[in-house]
């Protein structure tokens, strides 16, 4: 990699709102990293300096798998560069349970941003303590998915990858031989592989719930391939980069208009691919009602081995062991759909992520996280409120829905959680939009 | 600071040897035996792809405690048992001695084990009697696998088990191919929602009502409590059809165990324990196998182990055994082992830790009657070249053989027992046939959410059964009580996954009464 030019840009760039590319001052980071290492120059300069006190990160075993470790080495961080496109992890169950002394920072794709704010909201997890360096996220593939296409389509032996990365539109796999391997993610997914289901139709590709959001969208001209764009999204992100920048694990330069628009334009084209997606998957569900409705939920529900996976992994369940979906339970009951389900679906109907993280580990191939997205969606839009994108605002189900005119911040001004009446609805409902669209400040 | 550690091992819920994470917390100034433990998803492993089954996701539970080594009742060091354990040894007589190990330690442990055994000229006892049933010309047949793969390619599946309950992680390999278009034949008593068909069969009717081709798979399991006709049957199946054919395990290296041992001079439980009963066994040397749990009467296992002069245990976990015990030699917990088991598809797959502490008490032993220089690297090489392997690969299970074993007759079947006396007016009780529905829990001594007995909606109604009520069972050693599930099943059937005292074998008549 060519050494770079002296950037013109100083800390004081580095405030709320701003637009950067940033890379590693170390060659060996930025080779490893997948753009421009930064994301992990900021952890490993956050532990180094001692903004934080750990930082939850991947220790990766092979080019298909990864295990989360939290730790308080620099060096395992600095081996913890690049992305892992099959390693469909959500990080948040990683940090430690509640409200600790520990300052911690973690790589965070939307949903494990959106997972650590719902925690944080039930008080499993502190989160002025907690630095999100938020990850764009185009979607994840389920190991056992990747080896088939490798075996399938490629037709490559998995033992002889020595990595991957996406560009425009195509999962490339590099074998050891140096060779190249490129397919459309679009041509994968027609033959039912490529992404998980629910990352096809995730509703937030840019982090801007987290401290910063890192992605290599945008990144344009002489840095292409070569530096992360990342936008800052609060003061604890601004405090993350700039500790980088002086102890000199980083640098940066403002974005080009060019590359925010770029950016811009491919998170508009994702979240409508997204959309299109969504209606794809839901819209024959949806039309079936009544009796039809219910045998699609007991059919797809009549494998289930009652393992109890699907809860553990969830995270923004923070119920433990005494919750309500196991304890109306028992296996002797013969019910078509167990009150465990039923349970489950009506409590997570205001905090379900859509992060797919129950149906890659549920035993019995129940597309679980789209049964819990027909109870979640309703509720997503009556509420207008997009779970784990803002830590102001509590689940909903903790609010009563107010009648006067529909909005939910009557219902907050009634929690104390907002001072003004609806008269400031068409300000958030531009904000709200932007949120939608990935740009800007979210309710 | 508490410190966790991360092991990439294999569940010992069953012969699968589903992959996942065990993470470790210890306190340095906490209590060593119980560590904190937790579960996490493999996501990358081939056998099940990260999934767990309900025994899978209480493994913290199942570790519990980390035994403490014991001499005569009293702790002890490790060092201090194994010398007990070898004086012990060296004073008992060969004539009554037995080792059991149906296949819960490493493929390196089970060796050192039979090196052990040989310097009295004994065998490893698996349990496994239902091999001295077959002529040594089918054994082979009986140990092949195949990987699970096959069954999402194959056209037709016919189950023997219950994926639902037994081996669970072969059931999404049946929906797949389900969805692939594979028809599914499920044989037994109960009524499996994936099923295109449902047949309650005799092995006798197998040959007749079934009709698999060279496209389909046969999946049904050997384990101490088969029953020889049916699993004859299956083999005959196998053969004229050129259906493939696996075999699942119930212990995570059964597979291994009992390819290490000799299979003709293997007992079945029953018959351990009443060579235990009539005290022709003095000392018995366990590793990790502890009889109370794996038998279908633990009341009576303790009783009759009460006969023994001597009863070592080797364990990994704490459990009934290394409570009764008289010499205990606390080993590493399984994740915690490094070493290998066969899996029962054939995969040879690595346990995934860092210490050979079991090992190395096994190998101590040996030395000290005699066999000297075990080992492990030359240990473990012996294992896998028995295997016909060179390594560990978890992506490679074996490839299936088509079953040639020609006509053969049984050596045994089942001695069926007598029936229960009919104490009851006719009216009020009813006949039916009683099966196990086998889990990893019951076979690992687990409690399980499971204190019911199932039965059809007939049955229920005649015997005029109310919901949450219970009922009352007569078998040949007394009366239970036990709650009940109305469940999809054959009529006359009586199913349970949870032990009952008195019913052991398969097919056992029960009278029913409210
Ligand atoms: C699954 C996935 C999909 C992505 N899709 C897009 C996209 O469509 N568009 C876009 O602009 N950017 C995407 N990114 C982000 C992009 O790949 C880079 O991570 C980002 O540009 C930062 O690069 P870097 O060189 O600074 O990061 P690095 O220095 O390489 O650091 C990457 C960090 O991400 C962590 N990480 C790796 N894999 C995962 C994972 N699966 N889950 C959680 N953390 C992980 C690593 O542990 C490391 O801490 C994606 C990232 C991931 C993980
Ligand atoms: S759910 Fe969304 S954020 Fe999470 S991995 Fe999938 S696409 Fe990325
Ligand atoms: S229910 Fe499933 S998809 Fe929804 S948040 Fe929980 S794990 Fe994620
Ligand atoms: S993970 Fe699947 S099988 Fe397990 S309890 Fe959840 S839905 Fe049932
Ligand atoms: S199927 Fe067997 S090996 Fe897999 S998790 Fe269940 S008990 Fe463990």
């Not at chain 1, 990747?146 to 074998?175: A, C, H, N, Q």
């Not at chain 1, 031989?177 to 679009?186: F, L, P, Q, R, V």
């Not at chain 2, 767990?52 to 493994?59: A, H, V």
Request: aromatic share 6%.
């Amino acid at each position: 990699m060519p050494e770079r030019p002296e950037p013109k840009a100083k800390a004081g760039v580095i405030k709320v709102g701003a637009k950067l590319i940033g890379w590693a001052t170390d060659a060996k980071l930025r080779e490893k990293g997948a753009s421009g290492g930064l994301v992990t120059a900021l952890l490993a300069a956050a532990l180094k300096k001692g903004l934080v006190d750990k930082v939850l990160t991947l220790k990766k075993i092979s080019e298909f798998e990864a295990v989360p470790v939290l730790t308080s080495e620099v060096e395992e961080v600095l081996q913890s560069g690049g992305s892992m496109h099959s390693v469909p992890v959500n990080l948040a169950r990683y940090l430690p349970e509640g409200i600790g002394e520990q300052r911690i920072a973690l790589p965070a794709k939307p949903c494990d941003a959106r997972a650590v704010i719902e925690r944080a909201k039930r008080n499993a997890v502190d989160l002025e303590k907690t630095f999100l360096i938020g990850l764009n996220c185009g979607g994840s593939i389920h190991p056992e998915t990747t080896r088939k296409m490798l075996k399938t389509v490629y037709r490559l032996d998995p033992e002889e990858i020595s990595g991957e990365e996406i560009v425009k539109g195509k999962l490339i796999f590099f074998t050891k031989d140096g060779k190249e391997h490129a397919i459309s993610i679009d041509e994968l997914e027609e033959k039912g592989l490529g992404r998980r289901e629910n990352c096809r139709y995730c509703s937030v590709k840019i982090p801007i719930n987290a401290d910063l959001a890192c992605g290599n969208w945008g990144v344009t001209g002489a840095f292409a391939g070569q530096g992360t764009f990342v936008e800052v999204r609060t003061e604890k992100g601004a405090k993350l980069l700039r500790n980088a920048l002086e102890a000199g694990f980083a640098k940066v330069e403002p974005a080009e208009e060019k590359g925010i628009r770029v950016r811009e334009k491919i998170n508009r084209i994702m979240l409508k691919l997204s959309e299109k997606n969504r209606q794809e998957i839901f819209s024959p569900i949806e039309a079936k009602q009544g009796p039809e409705r219910l045998k699609y939920f007991q059919k797809a529900l009549e494998n289930c081995i009652h393992c109890g996976a699907c809860k553990a992994v969830c995270p923004v369940c923070t119920c433990g062991e005494d919750s309500k979906c196991t304890s109306y339970t028992s296996r002797e009951d013969s019910y078509k759909i167990s009150l465990f389900h039923l349970v489950r679906f009506l409590h997570l109907s205001d905090s379900c992520l859509g992060c797919g993280q129950c149906e890659d580990v549920c035993p019995a191939e129940i597309p679980l996280t789209r049964l819990y997205q027909c109870f979640a969606t309703p509720v997503r839009e009556a509420f207008d409120y997009m779970p784990g994108m803002s830590a102001q605002t509590p689940p909903y189900f903790a609010l009563k829905l107010e009648k006067e005119c529909g909005c939910q911040h009557h219902g907050l001004e009634k929690a104390g959680l907002e001072e003004s009446s609806c008269a400031k609805e068409p300000e958030r409902e531009g904000k709200r939009e932007g949120q939608r669209q990935g740009q800007g400040g979210c309710c | 600071m508490i410190e966790e550690k991360v092991y990439s091992s294999i569940c010992p819920g069953c012969g699968l040897g589903c992959g996942l994470y065990i993470r470790e917390k210890v306190e340095p100034t906490g209590d060593k035996t119980k560590p904190e433990l937790s579960v996490d998803f493999r996501k990358n492993a081939p056998v099940n792809a990260g999934k767990l089954c309900r025994f899978g996701m209480n493994l913290p539970i199942y570790y519990g405690k980390i035994p403490n080594s014991k001499v005569k009742g009293k702790k002890s060091s490790l060092k201090e048992a194994v010398a007990a354990a070898a004086k012990a040894l060296k004073a008992a007589s060969k004539e009554n001695m037995a080792f059991l190990s149906v296949g819960m330690s490493t493929n390196e442990e089970q060796l050192a084990f039979s090196a052990l055994a040989k310097t009295f000229s004994c065998p490893v006892e698996t349990g496994m009697e239902i091999y001295a049933a077959f002529p040594e010309t089918v054994h082979k047949a009986l140990g092949y696998g195949t990987g699970l793969e096959e069954i999402e390619a194959s056209k037709q599946v016919f189950l023997f088990i219950d994926p639902y309950v037994s081996y669970p992680l072969v059931l999404r390999r049946v929906l797949k191919a389900k969805r692939k278009g594979a028809k599914v034949t499920a044989v037994g008593p109960k009524s499996l929602p994936l099923a295109d068909e449902n047949l309650s069969l005799e092995p006798a009717e197998y040959g007749k009502s079934l009709a698999p081709t060279q496209a389909s798979i046969l999946l049904s399991d050997l384990h101490p409590y088969s029953d020889p006709t049916q699993i004859k049957a299956i083999l005959e199946l196998a053969e004229t059809s050129g259906a493939k054919l696996l075999f699942l395990r119930p212990f995570v290296n059964s597979k291994g165990a009992t390819r290490l041992a000799k299979h003709t001079k293997q007992r079945s439980f029953e018959k351990l324990l009443k060579a235990l009963e009539a005290g022709e066994i003095k000392t018995l040397f366990c590793l990790d196998s502890d009889l109370s749990e794996l038998s279908l009467d633990p009341k009576r296992v303790k009783k009759a182990l009460s006969n023994l002069d001597t009863l070592i245990v080797q364990a990994s976990r704490s459990s009934p055994l290394t409570e009764f015990a008289d010499i205990v030699i606390g080993a590493e917990p399984f994740y915690q082992k490094k070493g290998s088991v066969l899996n029962a598809e054939g995969r040879l797959l690595k346990t995934g830790g860092d210490s050979i502490l079991g090992f190395k008490a096994l190998a101590e032993l040996a030395k000290a009657l005699g066999k000297e220089g075990l080992d492990f690297a030359q240990v473990q090489k012996k294992a896998f070249s028995s295997f016909g392997l060179s390594e560990t690969d978890e992506f490679k299970p074996e490839k299936a053989k088509p079953i040639s074993c020609g006509n053969f007759e049984l050596r045994a079947g089942f001695e069926k027992k007598e029936k229960p006396k009919n104490t009851k007016k006719e009216e009020q009780t009813q006949k039916a046939h009683f099966s196990y529905n086998f889990t990893p829990f019951m076979w690992q001594g687990l409690e399980d959410d499971c204190n019911f007995v199932e039965l059809n909606i007939r049955l229920v109604q005649k015997l005029g059964l109310s919901k949450g009520g219970s009922l009352n069972l007569k078998t040949p050693d007394g009366e239970t009580q036990m709650r009940f599930k109305v469940s999809a099943l054959a009529e006359g059937v009586v199913l349970s996954e949870k032990k009952i005292k008195g019913l052991v074998l398969p097919r056992d008549e029960v009278e029913l009464s409210r």
